[in-house]
């Protein structure tokens, strides 16, 4: 069983309030530790975790503050413009002044929406996002929860945002609303298989379902370990988290903002605030799981390393987003069954063969299946590619010239004698 | 500069030819334009489109107070000109009225919706007119001289 | 033991993103599929062709400006070139190369704007946009420098132009056009060999011509279906019988084609406008004998002119009085809808708005 | 009482609060809701008896899928404009009977199964944690490092003492239970199959 006191903030914080004499203590709290009286442990484990989770909550609402300025930033500069600049330095502050506007705008409930249902919905939304924090392991020993399933409970939290989505939908009685919840769902249900099967390989490799020990079990980053899984997790997280390319739920140039169009002040900021949460959070789990965690070398503190390559992550979601056009709902339905899922089960067969050929792989054989796997990797993608890509091949050279001749002949536009 | 009107027919060859595909239909010519009997409309129509005239640019309707002209831009594509067709509607000033030609051009759905709209000619044999630009109910034309 | 299913209706617009102005259409879905349209029009209805009863010729080239004003450089030219038809007026050769430059220019910026909302559409998160609308304002600048407005120029008159371009605009001019053919390079690195433009554009709302051509419709859709059909080219106005230009033409008639055909006329138009200053000589930009008040002798005009969304014409009546006794504008925006339904039954509601966008209607035009 | 009983109480309320407010509020999509809710509080229970897994397991089947595609149907079968969103039975009284009769045939079950004799023998007793931590097997990572893994043999736990629970669940699954799993796999794909051919359209004569 996962002790708490694996986790320094944990300890950090009970043992400055506890006067225990647990061993546990030694040498650790500030002040000497003791703050309470002796026979107020159970004081100081109820403050600990309050503390800790304010804490977590508020970071996760400074984190976002700082996500949608950096999203910003990027797309500005990946879109040739500055970004907000005026407001603090860099344009820091942007992001408060939004906040305080969004608080300060009117609150309008449609009449024909169910107000109960309607102002539910946020909540709703914002508290999967929340909760996924609870077992992200953000550094060396900094984690809220060290749970053996770590990795199903991310899985099962970040389905249940559809279940927001469509309370959204029925509340507010819009029929955008309701092809984005129709869209939403539909999506849920296909990429959530990928999604699953593709961390299989990663379960395999580590023999554990908790993120403390994933990231422990990786000597060698799995994404080199596992490409296929490592493309398949990202691309089917991006779907989950409804991000360009795959956006419908809220495509706004087709169903305006989708489950949000009738949402406006704080209401909408609650949305707006979960999928940046959400978003934050998907790339630590892609963090976690994929990209070694924090691991890193050692002057760096271990948190260091893990929000760098966090950022790496999210960088990586606003560069696609910057750059694609959105596909159509049933592209994405069928992407998801006719080249994800069939991903997932050529990385699960060749996975599973790989450690039956090395049951307790060593750093050498963990190189020689990356190797394997890369193979693989690109031979699926390739073949998937050949298989469901576009009839006109874009590779090709003469393909952005497709199909337009410069005419400058001066015969009869159309045949003569040819009939309307 | 080239001229534009090097690509209209003449009045005269637009009558010549109108008189081969629907005989004594026309009733007047002008330098580059012919008027046509409005009873004889889809058969001049229909005719000019098989000669050739494969597209109509435009349909238009002018107030001239003692009567109503409706004006069609007619264009051919594969022999690279143009004629221009007009039909009175009609002496006086209620309920003008000319057959619909959307039976043989497509493209006067919305442009006979539109004279209609604003000019108040009918288009028959095109079922129910229906406004385009301003709301059902609205009283009155704006485009005819009286409309103020 | 087919699904029962029950249609939604759903008002689309008039206040919607991706209806490019307040166009409103009453669409029945099945499900995600489209099985009716029914497009409504008037909320940008102003009565453009009853206010022009009522103003002199000159006057009226300002309401021109606010029919396409995407494109008012070719709406001026396309009034004017009818207004000269009508009163039998000769422009000064120096006006007609500035009227042909400035044309061009508007025609490179109403594509870049068709693409960039046409990419917008397709669910690209303003990038696209942002780049077009990025090179639109370098067109934008150039018309500053010219004639001193931005959208809503107003720069032409019957004989020619107001003034003559300044000194500064030349050079500017030929920044523009050296940078312009990377600006586009890079459009089409961007997106055009992209694979979900591909897979969302391919195939999709295809036309074929001779339904085009029966419904009126002109201008790329039209080029986009294969027939070469380029007013500039064919019936030529202005000088353009002197500019030797290619015309774009492909055969796909889908929503992809509209989009790359639109692409290559703004290299073709970069082309006309070198072409233009290679053979601009000085001189009056407008004769002195153009009056102020025109009074045209009665009778009728019709000019077409090539616009970038289609065939262009007013057509005038005149009394002999100083304003038109009847003005009425062939809007290509208009009647370029009338195949919107039939190209839309049967898609999906993402490919609606992407067909609508590779129509490129302008709503000013489309009501007047 | 200490803290863990309190909790307990609180997620029993909020489970049976939820389930009351599904069978009385008549409003279907708020019903369903209630339903979430009250999935979530037998998930937040399972949490608390130290069965991870079967908790996780519920909120990602009746959480995440259940009561999603239950609240889809009730959004895609009444139109979200029509104001007709209550429900009403007129059976009530033969449900509730029912649900009483099944209700207490799993408590009885329940109660009947049960080995009621050592359930205070939890984690105070010396003989239990030394069995608790025999029940950890050495196992050594590629990086040298040595972890505790959790046996997955039920046998070497003694009875009532908490092992983990996930990767014991897991060898129950693919060791012991195998076939009953195939057998389950082959069930779900059938009904997959059925249902595609039952909605499927037929080709127009």
Known sequence: MPDPFDSVLYRHIYC????????????????????????????????????????????????????IWGERRLLGRLQGRTGPNRWGPFGLLTPIADAVKTMFKEDVVPTVSDRLVFTLAPILMLFPALLVYAVLPIGHGTWLADINVALLFI?????????????????SGNRYAMFSAMRAVAMLISYEIPLVISLVGVIMLSGSLSLVA???????????????????????????????????AEAESEIVAGY??????????????????????????????????????????????????????????????????????????????????ELTLINLVVSGLLMLAWPSPSTTELWYMAGINWLVFIASIILFGKLLGPKHDPVSAGNVQRDVTLSDSDAPAIPSGGGG | ?????????????????????????????????????????????????????????????????????????????????RAIVKVRCGEGRIDPVVPSVMEVWRGAELQEREVYDLMGIRFEGRGQMKRIFLWEGFEGHPHRKDFL | MPLATEPITINVGPQHPSTHGVFRMRVT????????????????????????????????????????????????????????????????PRGVWLRMIAAELQRIASHLVATGFFLQDLGALGTPLIFTMRERELVLELFERLCGARITSSYMRPGGVFMDAPDDFWPALDRFLAEMPHRIDEYEQLISGNEIVMVRCDGVAVVDSQTLINASVTGPMLRASGVDWD??????????????????????????????????????????????????????????????????PAGDAYVGTECPKGELGFYLVSDGGVAPYRCKVRAPSLINLTLLRDMLIGYKLADLFVTFGSIDINMGEVDR | MGIVDVIFWLISAAAIGGALLVVTVRDVFRAALALAGSFLAVAGIFFLLQAEFVA????????????????????????????????????IVVGAAIMAVLFVVVVGVVAYDTDWSDRDSGLTNPDAIAALTGTYEAFERPSGEVVLVASTDPDAALPGVFVDSTGWLGGLIVRDYVLALQALGVLLLASIIGAIALVREQAPE
């Open chain 1, 155 to 171: 899985v099962a939290i970040g389905g249940a945002n559809v279940l927001a989505i469509v309370a959204a939908a029925w509340g």
């Open chain 3, 231 to 296: 007013l500039r080219h064919r019936q030529p106005y202005e000088y353009y019988d002197q500019i030797k230009f290619n015309r774009p033409l492909a055969t796909a008639s889908d929503n992809y084609a509209r989009y790359i055909v639109r692409v290559h006329e703004m290299r073709e138009s970069l082309s006309i406008v070198r072409q233009c200053i290679e053979q601009i000589e000085p001189g009056p930009v407008r004769p002195k004998e153009v009056p102020a008040l025109i009074r045209p």
């Open chain 1, 260 to 341: 949000m169009t009738d949402y406006s002040s704080m209401k909408f900021g609650l949305f707006f605030l979960a999928e940046f949460a959400a978003t934050i959070a998907t790339s630590g789990v892609i963090t976690v799981l994929f990209l070694g965690g924090w691991h890193g070398f050692d002057p760096i503190p271990s948190q260091i390393w893990f929000i760098a390559k966090m950022v790496g992550v999210l960088a990586l979601i606003v560069w696609v987003r910057a750059s694609w056009p959105r596909l159509r709902i049933d592209q994405i339905m069928a992407f998801a069954w006719k080249a994800l899922f």
């Open chain 1, 16 to 67: 400055t309030l506890s006067s225990t004499a647990d061993a546990q203590c030694e040498g650790v709290g500030l002040f000497g530790g003791g703050l309470l009286p002796g026979g107020f442990e159970w004081l100081a484990f109820v403050l600990t975790g309050v503390i800790i989770v304010a804490a977590l909550i508020n970071g996760i609402l400074g984190a976002v503050l700082l996500m």
């Open chain 4, 56 to 91: 996780v397991a519920q909120i990602l089947v009746y959480v995440g899928a259940v009561s999603i595609v239950v609240a889809f149907a009730i959004l895609l079968t009444r139109d979200i404009s029509q104001g007709n969103r209550t429900q009403g039975s007129r059976v």
């Open chain 1, 214 to 248: 994933i990231v422990n079990a990786q000597t060698i980053p799995f994404f080199i370990i596992q490409p296929l899984g490592f493309f398949v997790f990202v691309v089917a997280s991006m779907a989950e988290l409804n991000r360009t390319p795959f956006d419908v």
């Open chain 2, 1 to 81: 500069m080239s001229s534009v009107t090097a690509f209209t027919a003449s009045g005269q060859e637009l009558a010549a030819e109108i008189e081969t595909i629907a005989p004594r239909a026309v009733t007047a010519t002008g330098d580059f334009d012919a008027w046509v009997a409005p009873d004889r409309l889809i058969d001049v129509m229909t005719g000019l489109r098989d000669a050739g005239f494969e597209m109509l640019i435009g349909v238009t309707g002018v107030d001239y107070i003692a009567y109503f002209e409706v004006v069609y831009h007619l264009l051919s594509l594969s022999q690279n000109r």
């Open chain 3, 29 to 92: 879905f099945d499900g995600e599929e489209v099985i009716d349209v029914e497009p409504i029009f008037g909320y940008l209805h102003r009565g453009s062709e009853k206010l022009a009863e009522s103003r002199t010729y000159t006057q009226i080239v300002t309401l021109t400006d606010r029919m396409d004003y995407v494109a008012s450089m070719n709406s001026n030219m396309s009034y004017i070139l009818s207004v000269e038809q009508l009163a039998g007026i000769e422009p000064s």
